[in-house]
Nanobody, 133 residues
Framework: HVQLVESGGGSVKAGESLKLSCVAF???????????MAWFRQAPGKEREGVAV???????RYADSVKGRFTISRDNANNTLWLEMSSLKEDDSATYYC?????????????????????????WGQGTQVTVS
C-alpha cells in the first residue's frame, strides 16, 4: 500500500494551464517504479473517469477529450507523477485523483485497450479541485 498526495489544483480561466502533481509516500523506489500510475477526475453528479495513465515503461494513454492538451509524466527517482493541463475548458472542471496499482499482466492487458477503469486501482489520493470558468 502507498499513500498518494495530490496538489496543484486551483481556479483558472478557460484557455489557461495548470500542472498537477502527485507524490507517493510509503513505498520504495523499486516499488514505485513498478506501479502503473493514472489520473482520474470526477465532476459533481458524474462518474469517475480516466484522464491519463502511464505504465512503468512510460507508455501513456489519454482520454479522447484531453488528447493534445494534457500530458502525463512521472519521475521515479522522486516518486512523483504529474499532469500538465493546457487549453483548459469548463468541461475539465472536476476533482482530479491520482491512482496507483502494481503492474500485472491483467493491468497490462487493460492498458492495451485504453485507460483501465477505476476498479483496477487500489491506491488513491484525496483529490485536488480544478475549476475552469
Amino acid at each position: 500500500h502507498v499513500q498518494l498526495v495530490e496538489s496543484g489544483g486551483g481556479s483558472v480561466k478557460a484557455g489557461e494551464s495548470l500542472k498537477l502533481s502527485c507524490v507517493a509516500f510509503g513505498g520504495t523506489y523499486s516499488s514505485y517504479r513498478s506501479y502503473c500510475m493514472a489520473w482520474f477526475r470526477q465532476a459533481p453528479g458524474k462518474e469517475r473517469e480516466g484522464v491519463a495513465v502511464i505504465n512503468r515503461r512510460g507508455t501513456t494513454r489519454y482520454a479522447d477529450s484531453v488528447k493534445g492538451r494534457f500530458t502525463i509524466s512521472r519521475d521515479n527517482a522522486n516518486n512523483t507523477l504529474w499532469l500538465e493541463m493546457s487549453s483548459l475548458k469548463e468541461d475539465d472542471s472536476a476533482t482530479y485523483y491520482c491512482a496507483a496499482e502494481t503492474s500485472s499482466p491483467l493491468l497490462t492487458a487493460l492498458l492495451a485497450l485504453g485507460i483501465p477503469s477505476p476498479g483496477a486501482f487500489t491506491n488513491w489520493g484525496q483529490g485536488t479541485q480544478v475549476t475552469v470558468s
